[in-house]
């Protein structure tokens, strides 16, 4: 079936011999008119045991997200959520949560799955944090959808580009409005709302929310429309994700092709893999991120790693420049730390954990989640920076999958900085290719 045929049943105000692109057109045109939508507030708040679970599962060692009397003693004034966990908080999850109102992105996916566009790859996603999150905020996303751009020709079948904007604010402490935070870099500040002052007020000595009620039912009302009164906006995110109808026989990326004088795996998986990603850069509006690699040689001192309760120095502003290169990290990409991210994310998409699912969307096994890809990128330069450094925003365009068995390698160099805030650019690669390339923006003290 083409994209001028239709598919299955009829979304409200069909015309008659509406073919599925129109359909889609129309559809996508009335739900970015809509503007911004709030969604159902998260099912909890903000909370330590889940932050533990994000930073164990990802190696995060940053005291700051854990260890409660280093957090204390940090600029942030208490524990704090690690920027990139922004959207796990209102993932959906899986059975026993309420189930969430239709967004303005969710009728345009549904119609495109309808129409045969069963595949999904993310290639983009771009998160601005004006300040850290702590235990005991309740967080409500409002989605915007901002476009569709199809169909298109790629190397995983014909599909569309779909992006939307999200945009989360705080009720804070008890789901009531939040208050702004910590002075490094003005109003894009890291550090939790009122510093350690506010820290006591809305959260118990060990980091755990305190004081009374959550707000977690008064704020999880599920209404839909344009936000009001929703809280003090933390955090927003550019995603972009290929529906795609995946061709059937297809060789998953990875796999060899029976014939012997076939090009090699990583070849062809790599060949595939960078078209689609060529067909997604001609899709954006704006400008892709440049990889990263080494420049002149110069390292930087890289922030000591170590078990919670150690201590873990943060570099100064002098000490970093233009050109500066970071140590590499090496991870072994094993079955368990693609599952166990998955879940920590609260990603219950089956190709991250059901190898057969993956498999039937073409792919030859789990894969890593583009949540788990941010926080990793995350982690990989606050490991070289030091638990203090803020982190204004992360920039990350995918590549290839980073499959289950494989080995993902991170480098990266400090590429600008521009009023106190540096840009570090990162790659990450795999045995297929770049299976990220982005940026970290971040403050250091000074």
Not at 29 to 53: C, D, F, K, L
Not at 288 to 304: E, F, N, S, V
Not at 357 to 362: D, E, L
Not at 422 to 439: C, I, K, P, Q, S
Request: charged share 20%; with cysteine; aromatic share 4%.
């Amino acid at each position: 079936m083409s994209a001028r045929e239709e598919a299955p049943g009829r979304t409200p105000g069909e015309a008659a011999g509406e073919t599925l692109h129109e359909r889609l057109v129309r559809l996508a045109a009335g739900r970015a008119a809509a503007g911004e939508v709030r969604g159902s507030a998260a099912a909890v708040p903000v909370n330590v045991p889940m932050i533990r679970r994000w930073a164990d599962a990802l190696g995060d060692a940053n005291p700051v997200y854990t260890d409660a009397r280093a957090a204390a003693a940090s600029v942030h004034g208490g524990t704090v959520a690690p920027p990139a966990m922004i959207q796990v908080w209102t993932m959906p999850g899986g059975r026993g949560r309420a189930p969430r109102e239709a967004g303005p992105v969710d009728d345009v996916l549904r119609t495109l799955d309808g129409g045969g566009y069963t595949g999904v790859v993310a290639t983009d996603c771009e998160q601005t944090y004006h300040r850290y999150v702590r235990p005991g905020e309740l967080l409500v996303p409002a989605t915007r959808l901002a476009g569709l751009t199809g169909p298109k020709r790629t190397a995983l079948g014909e599909g569309y580009f779909v992006t939307w904007n999200v945009t989360w604010y705080s009720r804070g402490p008890g789901g009531t409005a939040a208050a702004d935070p910590d002075a490094r870099g003005g109003a894009a500040g890291g550090g939790a709302p009122g510093g350690a002052a506010a820290a006591g007020a809305g959260a118990g000595r060990d980091g755990t929310p305190g004081g009374g009620a959550s707000g977690e039912d008064a704020a999880r009302d599920g209404t839909a429309g344009p936000v009001s009164g929703a809280g003090e906006p933390v955090a927003e995110m550019l995603f972009r994700v290929l529906k795609f109808r995946p061709r059937e026989g297809k060789t998953p990326p990875g796999e060899r092709k029976p014939h012997p004088r076939g090009p090699a795996a990583g070849q062809e998986a790599a060949s595939s893999w960078e078209s689609v990603a060529a067909d997604e850069r001609g899709a954006r509006r704006e400008a892709g991120a440049h990889g990263a690699g080494p420049r002149d040689g110069r390292h930087a001192r890289p922030g000591r790693a170590g078990a919670e309760g150690a201590e873990m120095r943060t570099l100064t502003e002098g000490e970093v420049e233009v050109g500066s290169v970071l140590p590499g990290l090496v991870l072994e990409l094993t079955p368990g730390l693609v599952v166990s991210t998955a879940l920590a994310t609260m990603d219950l998409t089956p190709v991250h954990h059901d190898p057969a699912a993956a498999r039937a969307q073409g792919a030859k096994d789990v894969f890593l989640n583009i949540l788990t890809t941010m926080g990793l990128v995350e982690r990989y330069v606050t490991d070289w920076a030091g638990p203090e450094a803020l982190v204004r925003g992360i920039k990350v365009r995918l590549g290839v999958p980073a499959y289950a068995g494989d080995t993902l390698a991170f480098s990266g160099g400090v590429a600008g900085c521009e009023d106190g805030v540096f840009t570090v650019e990162v790659r990450g690669r795999v045995g297929l290719g770049d299976h990220a390339v982005g940026t970290v923006r971040l403050a250091l003290p000074s």
